[in-house]
Structure formats: structure tokens, C-alpha cells
Nanobody, 115 residues
Framework: QVQLVESGGGSVQAGGSLRLSCAAS????????MGWYRQAPGRQRELVAI???????NYADSVKGRFTISRDNAKNTMFLQMNSLKPEDTAVYYC?????????WGKGTLVTVSS
């Protein structure tokens, strides 16, 4: 059974930091990449950051220089270090795993940034 377990969300004031984690288990296909997406109320889900199995990364322009994605391949775990948070970063953050078979989504973790 595939499980993606996200953790680390919460409430923080603007300028603060949070670290999200996503632990994947039960995936038998080869993992090609892992990514973080977010969805704010009334908005479409958008890519925040993605990291390939080889370590290449890509970020949304809105988070470049503030967020850092990383992963532990041996543990199929991914992290998102979020610094200098802004109120516009408020959203549900989802973990996504892309494989050479199916793709999988986590259930999301809420990040709330107050001004």
C-alpha cells in the first residue's frame, strides 16, 4: 500500500520558517522525481519545487531564494525548508511522487503565514 505522509505544517508569522517533510512508502516503481505543490483558497494547485532522483531541482519564481528542496533517496523522504515566509505562502502543501508507473499525491499539510 502506497503511503505519502506529510508533516511540518503549521502557523507562523511573516518572516518565519517551517520545514516540511514527506515520507513515501510502499512504492514499487522507480521514483523519478518528488515535488511539492500548493493550493491556496480559490486558486489552482501550483508547483512549488521539484527534485529529481539525480538531485536536479526546479523552483517556482515566487519561492526562489527562500525555499530549499532536498531528499534522502535511501529513505524516500523529501524536505522543503521554507524561510522568509510571506502571507501569500499560505496554502495547503502537497507532496507528489513521480514514478515510471503511476504518480502519487499526499493528503496535504496546511501552512498559514500571518502578517
Amino acid at each position: 500500500q502506497v503511503q505519502l505522509v506529510e508533516s511540518g505544517g503549521g502557523s507562523v508569522q511573516a518572516g518565519g520558517s517551517l520545514r516540511l517533510s514527506c515520507a513515501a512508502s510502499g512504492i514499487s516503481s522507480s521514483i523519478l522525481a518528488m515535488g511539492w505543490y500548493r493550493q491556496a483558497p480559490g486558486r489552482q494547485r501550483e508547483l512549488v519545487a521539484i527534485i529529481t532522483s539525480g538531485g536536479s531541482t526546479n523552483y517556482a519564481d515566487s519561492v526562489k531564494g527562500r525555499f530549499t528542496i532536498s531528499r534522502d533517496n535511501a529513505k524516500n523522504t523529501m524536505f522543503l525548508q521554507m524561510n522568509s515566509l510571506k502571507p501569500e505562502d499560505t496554502a495547503v502543501y502537497y507532496c507528489k511522487v513521480l514514478t515510471n508507473g503511476m504518480n502519487y499525491w499526499g493528503k496535504g499539510t496546511l501552512v498559514t503565514v500571518s502578517s
